[in-house]
């Protein structure tokens, strides 16, 4: 894959102003909607080139432009803060193993820690969940910060070639194919977590089946406001 | 019905300033008390006509007078925003088959969605409940956004001549006979719901019964004081 | 009882500043912390005379100094806004039937409402509800608004001579010997509700006993803070 | 051990500034994170001498400098506000038996409650929890405020030469070796509490065993990033 490649342009070029800008304001979403806490990362992949953009060593909430690194897809530095993040595996070996990936995004969140340690599954009850398969998410096993090359191809593989992967007793890994749609993914997940929580409270509920899911995917006219309602929010709340 | 109704005024006429108004306060009050996120809409009959207003594919909370939309009971543009909503037959079909309705909101409420794919129901348990039946609202069981008069016209239907219907996978369509009254029982019903939800815990609520609704009902002197309280705590955000 | 209480001063004298001002602090306090809605209010004896002042339909978080009424404990109109709160009996019955109560609120409390419909009660399993005995507050069955002498006369009598009675369907009422305790043991009602529901998900939780209690309550320098640092919660919000 | 220990300086010397600074921002971080209510403290022991410096009758999220107050492990007053804090032997036992202590904090929290009064336990079931055992922390059952020398002795035993110990009825105390880690542990037990709560619901769920959590705690560039992050938060609401 690599020799077909681009190399990366210098992370302070003005070819990656706008999805440097973009990225900030995707940690600043998940964690202004509570998503993240104090830790947490999105990346991006830089377009054309075997190498992304994260966040280093800082809360999501927190991230400025100069909180940002590049690295290639096997932790090479290439540009910005100095300290690579400690998980950088998650997003270098889902995004070397996924070329139809552009974001990802990891977080702690509660709901899907709580299904990473259930017998229980987290599965589409509204349609919001039609980016899940109706069985939904499988549970990556692995115990320990994800740090080495190793874990992370480990944790591709769970992810497989789904949207989603919970984490055991950690969190959860989503990728999208733009950093709105992580961000649009990884907001949903953590409402339907709660959603799913409430409802298998009182019996069975009546998930979504493949069929079904099918229906909302097909509908291409589908709105798509999750980014633009969340971006209103943040702005909102700097008033 | 139409023959008997004259045309609406112009949607930018001083005649409909109030009425537009009203909407776009209602649609902020649903995302300021968290009923709706993203999605949804409130849609307000134009006296003696067969037309409607609502916002057109944006999210409730950020809407703007420039972002509204009139159309007739049909679907037909009548001025406003050029796009209508997705699902404009939510409204138009329910204004259509109930004369006595004036506005309606749908919202991806999560109480409503819980309880749309659960075996148990949601049931007055509390006198804000009074403007249902003891045995609660109905579900439309239909898959797919509301996007054709077919599906606008099954879920009049599943509504019926009733206050609320639930929408299996996808929240809820409420009626009233006002925007206030709309707002009311949206919000009303969405607290209702999560009561329900935690009730229902700790074994068999003592829901209210027909003949105890009909006290509260019949008490034309119970203050409804939602419209006023809700835009009072909108206020006090902006300020 | 009435013979030997001197008249009450004029809704507007200096004599009666600090209690009102008081009386709309406590309001707001309700509405701040989540326990009102748009609906409830408090009352507060006039020191020495047959009378009390509350809100007269207001949402507590809204009052402001036009909007206080001054009753006698038949309900006869002393001073201030015009109309009577609906529920006026409430106040009115109470502060008759228990001249060691100076002030009572009342509320539809989220966590009284959920537990006025249960088989299962509320009870003290934090010190915090030390002002409670060990089988919880007792609940009031009746249906309708406590708007007649008759019906406030049976909630008092619900009420007996503990400090709180739910109300089915309803909310709550809540005395204390001054404005602060009442707002502190609304507030506490509420928090110890929460608890209660969450503890009982999980098996029998180790309630606090009648002797236990008693430990808490003979501890005469346990501090009261609930006030000071509710009042300190509102001037917070309102910088 | 008194022998080996200087005297504590004065309370107002420059020495302590920094270190009072950083026990009101502490206390500041429990209210807003809604740890505690009006009520508990954090401690912070002199370095070096048999010292400890708390806050003396006030709600944690209104602690000024002019409210503290220094002691020796006795108890006596070494200066500051005047009257100690009621419970000031939770700090003074606590401080004395564990010499490997810096700080304690005391809380009401909601979470730690409610597992004190349960048959089921509060454990590790996320990396957060990693300071715990995997059997979670112990519960002292003593009635009445820890006010007496012997009450504060009992509990210093219950926590024994562990992180935390619950307390029924009442809440926690947690125990670190800095400021900073005393809120990074304070704040994820509440954490934990809630997820456990939320898990329990549906089954049993996957705690970490003792070796799975010895994992965690080996790997020494775990970030710490708990203090850095709830300052953040603070700063943003006091913009």
Redesign the interface.
Known sequence: MSQSQTPAPALDSTKLKELKEKLITACHILDHEGVT???GHVSVRVPGADAFITIA???P??VTSDRLIMQDLDGNYLGGAKTPP?EWPIHACILKARPDVMAVSHT?S?WS??FS????KLK?????GKFLSADGPPVYQG???V?TVERGNDLAKALGDGPVVLM???GDAVVGASVEQVIERTTRLA?LG??N????????????TDE?LK??NE?Q???M??W???V??LKKRME
Chains 1, 2, 3, 4 share one sequence.
């Open positions: 806490d104090g830790y060593n800082v809360s909430g927190n400690n702690h509660k820690t709580i340690v259930l017998p229980v589409p009850m509204h349609h919001y115990i320990g910060l740090r055991r007793a950690h409402m709660e959603w929580h409430l409802a298998l409270l009182h019996g069975q509920p009546r998930y979504l079904e229906v909302y509908d006219r589908f709105p406001r999750g633009e309602y969340y209103s929010r």
